[in-house]
């Protein structure tokens, strides 16, 4: 289950996976800052 | 400002942050992106240095580093005034800085507690600091391996966090 997060996949290795899904964390935190405190 | 202002005591906390931080996260991403890697790749006679050696020095700092990260970043966060907002997200502040330190010092807190609470006592067990049957140690490898990982992903959204706070200013 959390293989492409560990060994990545057959197309691509794990760093590709890790870090757009610390991007996609990312752009969910910004419209979280924007929800919470938003003017 | 002064030499002994609480500026400049503020200041000198913000750079051990910031110190202890690299310390932590630098050996976080030796770990992922190039120890573990590596691993399968050196001959087994040579694999006792690393897993010997150089592992438990790395590990070493690596969790210190976390444990004075959090607490600096806490004792920042008090000097600048805005810990109970931060911690509260700040929810109610209409303060966007808040949100984003918020967010970003909860994600290194739940960051820190893998590193005490999972990675370093599964990782006890894989360099047999512990005792553990083989299938123990295969299970642990997988478990500090995930948590570690987890880290990796989570610092993109916790940096931001730390730096995105002086851009809502």
Same mark, same amino acid.
């Given at each position: ?39 | 400002?002064?030499? &002994?202002?609480? %500026? ?12 202890? @931080?690299?310390?932590?996260? =630098? +050996? ?6 190039? /120890? ?8 087994? %006679? /040579?694999?006792?240095? &690393? ?13 210190? @580093?976390?444990?004075?990260?959090? &607490?600096?970043?806490?004792? #920042? ?11 509260? #997200?700040?929810? =109610?502040? +209409? ?8 967010? @970003?010092?909860? #994600? @290194? ?13 599964? /990782?006890?067990?894989?360099? =047999? ?5 083989? %299938? %123990? ?16 992903? #989570? ?7 730390? &730096? ?6």
């Amino acid at each position: 289950m959390w293989d492409w997060l560990l060994k990545g996949t057959g197309k691509y290795g794990w760093p590709a996976y890790t870090i757009l899904a610390g991007l996609v964390l990312t752009v969910i935190e910004i419209l979280l800052i924007h929800a919470i405190a938003g003017s | 400002m002064e030499l &002994v202002s609480f %500026e400049w005591w503020s200041m000198i906390v913000r750079w051990l942050h910031i110190f202890s @931080g690299i310390m932590w996260i =630098g +050996h976080l991403y030796y770990f992922n992106f190039t /120890q573990t890697p590596m691993m399968p790749k050196i001959p087994a %006679e /040579q694999r006792p240095a &690393v897993t010997g050696f150089i592992a438990p020095t790395a590990l070493f700092w690596f969790r210190w @580093g976390a444990a004075a990260t959090i &607490v600096f970043g806490l004792i #920042l966060a008090w000097m600048s005034g805005f810990l109970g907002q931060a911690v509260a #997200l700040g929810i =109610g502040s +209409h303060d966007k800085r808040f949100a984003a330190i918020g967010i @970003g010092m909860w #994600l @290194g807190f739940i960051m820190f507690l893998n590193v005490w609470v999972i990675i370093w006592p599964n /990782q006890k067990k894989i360099l =047999g600091l512990v005792t553990a049957t083989p %299938e %123990e140690r295969t299970r642990s490898a997988r478990i500090a391996g995930l948590a570690s990982r987890v880290n990796v992903m #989570l610092s993109i959204p916790m940096l931001y966090g730390m &730096v995105a706070n002086h851009f809502y200013a």
